[in-house]
Nanobody, 124 residues
Framework: QVQLQESGGGLVQAGGSLRLSCAAS????????MGWFRQGPGKEREFVAA????????YYTASVKGRFTISRDNAKNTVYLQMNSLLPEDTAVYHC?????????????????WGQGTQVTVSS
């Protein structure tokens, strides 16, 4: 059974940085794309970033381009989200997700396993 466990969330001031991690287990990590999504208060879950199975391709939503970086370590079965220059509007629960294929996707429907999420709160 696939399990995804996020860590690294917390409270940070605007302009600060956080690094989220997501440890995966249950199937061959290097075969599948990974994604990060977030759900803010009263909002729907939205795409943040994705990375292909090899790590060679990455995608970002426009609002985080240049501030967030997604990466993966296939030897450690872990995907990361480095978040810099954080803004109050980045406040959300951040979920990692594992795709059902190697190509990265921005669609929620492209992912079949989800973590429980980690809270990120950015104060102004």
């Amino acid at each position: 059974q696939v399990q995804l466990q996020e860590s690294g969330g917390g409270l940070v001031q605007a302009g600060g940085s956080l690094r989220l991690s997501c440890a995966a287990s249950g199937r061959t990590f290097s075969n599948y794309a990974m994604g990060w999504f977030r759900q803010g208060p009263g909002k729907e879950r939205e795409f943040v970033a994705a990375i292909s199975s090899s790590g060679g391709f990455t995608y970002y939503t426009a609002s985080v381009k240049g501030r967030f970086t997604i990466s993966r370590d296939n030897a450690k079965n872990t995907v990361y989200l480095q978040m810099n220059s954080l803004l109050p509007e980045d406040t959300a629960v951040y979920h990692c997700a594992q795709s059902d294929r190697g190509a990265a996707s921005s669609s929620l429907n492209g992912y079949d396993y989800w973590g429980q999420g980690t809270q990120v709160t950015v104060s102004s």
